[in-house]
């Protein structure tokens, strides 16, 4: 298992890229680098650990080949900081033209970057997204419903970039939809949140335009799998990508195609190396022929494991809950938290929207039993930019490895 990308990490190794104390403590010899076996010994890295480091410490790239330096969101803490190298931006360009090539990117496509403000390195990767493949661009980094519709019915945008609850807002007012349906996008690239099957069925709906899933992280470069024309799980580059899939429970890799926790390890001389970095992501690998023909496997995106709740021993996605919201035309921002009392979920929505017995039984059924569902005007949930979410704040176990 993995002997490819043992052999990789061994090169890698020779090469000194794990040097620097920060991986050096981890792997003491080559010796932790024969085989998988002695490779699922190596610690985790953590979040945590990274932001108890600088930049520099995590690095062997040396000053002249810095492209730039990426930050976190820090939504969740203090900022952290990567170095971005030269040969970073490289790779980069590799995993987009696999990507866009596929969906039929142009140089003369007019790219869209819906990115909100606080989401920096996204909007960075979207607008070189679009250079890499020629493309040109017009950054929009205050995405409202009218800022959106302004800019689609004045420039001749063919593809958007965005998050996927960012284009979502113009579903409420009917001239924004018909103005979208009206636009020459045809196209649209969804990243840094989660897409349900009823999301992207809304979006099609309302921009007239194909919906692709896209999936990255500001420690990686920003895109790191893309869905092909088939939209039947994203594509990754295993050339420099080794994904793990572990049980958050046992530590240990799940059985092939089961979900678990991605657990990232980077394959070339990266500016900020991940190795066996933990993350809070479920998923699961698919290595079957996809009906593309692509030679890549596809990685299935569940949501993050502080997103989902654990009941009767089950996984609960949101996009359970989304895919149910969104069939009965429920388009807004929602969330649930299990709390001392149970599930609680409140949603948005207009306060003329008449709300749905059916949907009431669905909400129930999907939290398994008794569920207390609130309404809330529209935009009281969330901060700016961030797509809905599970909310838990109480005693599911799995989350002590949340840092
Ligand atoms: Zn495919």
């Excluded at 995590?58 to 939504?75: C, H, L, W």
């Excluded at 991940?274 to 692509?294: E, F, H, K, N, V």
């Amino acid at each position: 298992m993995f002997e490819k990308e043992l052999e990789q990490i061994r090169a890698l190794y020779r090469q000194g890229i794990y040097s620097p104390e920060f991986y050096s403590k981890r792997i003491s010899g080559e010796e932790c680098l024969l085989d998988y076996g002695a490779f699922t010994e190596i610690p985790f890295m953590y979040k945590q650990e990274i932001r108890s480091t600088t930049a520099y410490e995590r690095t062997t790239a040396g000053k002249d080949e810095v492209y730039g330096i990426f930050s976190s969101s820090g939504t969740t803490g203090d900022k952290t900081y990567y170095v971005y190298s030269k040969k970073d931006k490289k790779v980069h360009e590799t995993f987009v033209k696999a990507f866009y090539s596929e969906l039929g990117i142009r140089p003369d496509d007019l790219g869209g970057v819906f990115a909100p403000v606080d989401t920096g390195v996204m909007a960075h990767t979207m607008m070189w997204q679009y250079t890499t493949m020629g493309a040109g661009y017009v950054n929009c980094p205050e995405p409202s419903p009218e800022n959106m519709i302004e800019i689609v019915q004045t420039l001749p945008v063919t593809v958007i970039a965005t998050r996927p609850n960012v284009v979502c807002t113009i579903a409420a007012n009917p001239a924004f939809v018909e103005a979208a349906r009206k636009s020459s996008v045809k196209k649209m690239l969804m990243g840094g949140g989660f897409l349900s099957e009823g999301r992207r069925r809304l979006i099609e709906d309302i921009w007239g335009a194909d919906c692709y899933n896209m999936f990255g992280m500001s420690e990686m470069f920003g895109p790191m799998a893309g869905e092909c024309r088939q939209k039947d799980g994203q594509h990754y580059l295993d050339q420099y990508l080794m994904i793990e899939i572990i049980d958050p429970k046992t530590k240990r890799p799940v059985k092939e195609g089961d979900i678990g926790i991605a657990v990232y390890t980077t394959l070339w001389d990266k500016g900020f190396p991940l190795l066996r970095y933990w993350t809070d992501d479920l998923m699961a690998i698919d290595r079957s022929p996809c009906r593309c023909g692509s030679k890549y496997p596809r990685l299935r995106y569940k949501g993050r494991m502080a997103d989902c709740l654990v009941l009767d021993g089950e996984y609960v996605f949101p996009e359970a809950l989304e895919n149910c919201l969104m069939k009965h035309g429920f388009f807004l921002d929602y969330e649930a938290r299990q709390e001392q009392g149970g599930i609680r979920v409140l949603v948005e929505k207009d306060p003329a929207q008449e709300v749905p017995e059916q949907m009431m039984q669905e909400i129930k059924e999907i939290f398994h039993g008794e569920a207390a569902v609130t309404f809330a005007a529209p935009r009281q949930l969330g901060y700016p930019g961030h797509g809905p979410r599970f909310h838990v704040s109480m005693g599911v176990s799995d989350r002590m490895d949340r840092k």
